[in-house]
């Protein structure tokens, strides 16, 4: 069991920048790769980014490539997404998941463990 607790969310205007954790606890956390979600209102929810489990691959959705950035510190159990140049569009609700399989993947059905997730609100 791998329980992930999100924060860093809130109101920023665009053009503006978050930076979002995702705390994890229970097992062994460098066995999980680590994904991004968001769900914005009435949407279903959209793959952001994903990470490997050393951190050394990474996968970004078209939407957020060269404006959010993704890493993970192992040895504390954290992985953080720099969510720079925010547009409107960006406001979601955002989750971070753990994944214990090692093929890449943006299917959130495939994620095994999430998080409560973090409001993001972009102002125009």
């Known amino acids: 069991q791998v329980q992930l607790v999100e924060s860093g969310g809130g109101l920023v205007q665009a053009g503006g920048s978050l930076r979002l954790s995702c705390a994890a606890s229970g097992r062994t956390f460098s066995n999980y790769a680590v994904g991004w979600f968001r769900q914005a209102p009435g949407k279903e929810r959209e793959f952001v980014v994903r990470?490997?489990?050393?951190?050394?691959?990474?996968y970004y959705s078209d939407s957020v490539k060269g404006r959010f950035t993704i890493s993970r510190d192992n040895a504390k159990n954290m992985v953080y997404l720099q969510a720079n140049s925010l547009k409107p569009e960006d406001t979601a609700v955002y989750y971070c998941?753990?994944?214990?399989?090692?093929?890449?993947?943006?299917?959130?059905?495939?994620?095994?463990?999430w998080g409560q997730g973090t409001q993001v609100t972009v102002s125009s």
């Open positions: 998941a753990a994944d214990r399989g090692v093929i890449m993947t943006i299917q959130s059905h495939s994620y095994d463990y």
């Open positions: 990470i490997s489990r050393s951190g050394g691959t990474t």
